[in-house]
């Protein structure tokens, strides 16, 4: 018994260093969140090369959850060409995409009305935006552009996804800070949500805590 309590007394005194030593070299991340919006933990559900740090989404009803900033860590600290890693990314957000597809064709989505009928044939309509996003999604973004906020130097890829009379917007962004690379998705089917979320991603700072 007494070898056994040892033990768990060494486990528990190198967990607190170890502790210590993670508090001490640990950066962290900082938004200005208003007060029509929620910041929580964000956790991917799947494998990826990313690891998930926290979710801002608006205060609202359904439509808010199809509205969304994430932030996450890109676990491998070495990436050779920013740009061609964000045009690589935009392959990864397809199933989110299909997804606000499906919410637009529900019976219960203001595009399943008959009167939409009439426009099923324009190339504005679902239908030509899911043949343009199998063929090429890039077709929808505009040039990466390299841009600056609170944090330093960030590359932005940034596209508007037409879904009928709606647009799915999509920014994608990558930025080197503190030897680390932070990747932002913003989603949302709402411009002025989109602004917002602008706003609050070009408060995203890095900081070491006391």
């Known amino acids: 018994m007494v070898k056994s309590y040892y033990l768990t007394s060494n486990h528990l005194i190198l967990f607190f260093l170890l502790f210590l030593s993670f508090v001490n070299n640990a950066l962290g991340q900082i938004y200005k969140i208003p007060d029509s919006f929620i910041e929580g933990p964000f956790i991917y559900s799947y494998e990826t090369n990313l690891k998930g740090i926290s979710r801002v989404t608006p205060v609202g009803d359904i439509f ?15 990436i050779r060409s920013p740009n061609e890693w964000l045009k690589d990314k935009i392959y990864d957000v397809l199933g989110e995409i299909a997804e606000t597809e499906r919410l637009l064709r529900n019976k219960d989505s203001p595009l399943s009305d008959p009167i939409f009928e009439q426009f099923k044939h324009l190339p504005i309509f ?12 890039l077709v929808f973004c505009k040039k990466i552009a390299s841009l600056y906020n609170k944090a ?7 596209c508007t996804i037409p879904f009928g009379f709606f647009n799915n917007y999509l920014i994608l962004r990558l930025q080197n800070e503190k030897k680390n690379w932070y990747f932002t998705k913003i989603t949302t089917l709402n411009y002025n949500r989109l602004l917002d979320f602008l706003i609050i991603a070009d408060s995203f700072q890095i900081y070491k805590p006391n």
């Open 126 to 137: 679902v239908d030509d935006t899911m043949q343009q996003l199998a063929l090429n999604p």
């Open 64 to 78: 808010s959850n199809y509205s969304s900033l994430e932030l996450s860590l890109v676990k491998s600290s070495y």
């Open 152 to 158: 330093g130097k960030f590359y932005e890829l940034n």
